[in-house]
């Protein structure tokens, strides 16, 4: 049997010390990255740019999700939120009939 003549059969290519490794965002943290474009889109009412605050809302809010989704501790303040804001659309569903 042959081993791959990239690797030697070890799986891994390339020196071993990368500089920087490439880290994937978790598809929760894109969720919220998606909320936090809609919610800086909002903020036109106070002032700013529409497509700046889109900006920064997908950017910082994607960012801090994907950071708190490193941790367990963060991951249940992310669900919380979730959960929180699904029984606000709820409620508002709800009393708007």
Not at 29 to 37: D, K, L, T, Y
Not at 63 to 76: E, N, Q, T
Request: net charge positive; glycine share 16%; proline share 2%.
């Amino acid at each position: 049997m042959a081993d791959c003549q990239y690797c030697g059969g070890t799986g891994k290519t390339g020196s071993s010390s990368s500089a920087t490794p490439r880290l994937k965002m978790h598809p929760v943290a894109w969720v919220f990255a998606i909320f936090g474009g809609i919610f800086g889109a909002a903020l036109e009412q106070v002032g700013i740019n529409v497509l700046v605050g889109a900006l920064g809302g997908f950017i910082i809010l994607g960012a801090s999700a994907s950071v708190l989704m490193r941790f367990r501790i963060g991951r249940r303040i992310l669900i919380g939120i979730a959960v929180f804001f699904a029984l606000m659309l709820a409620l508002g569903a709800y009393l708007s009939n």
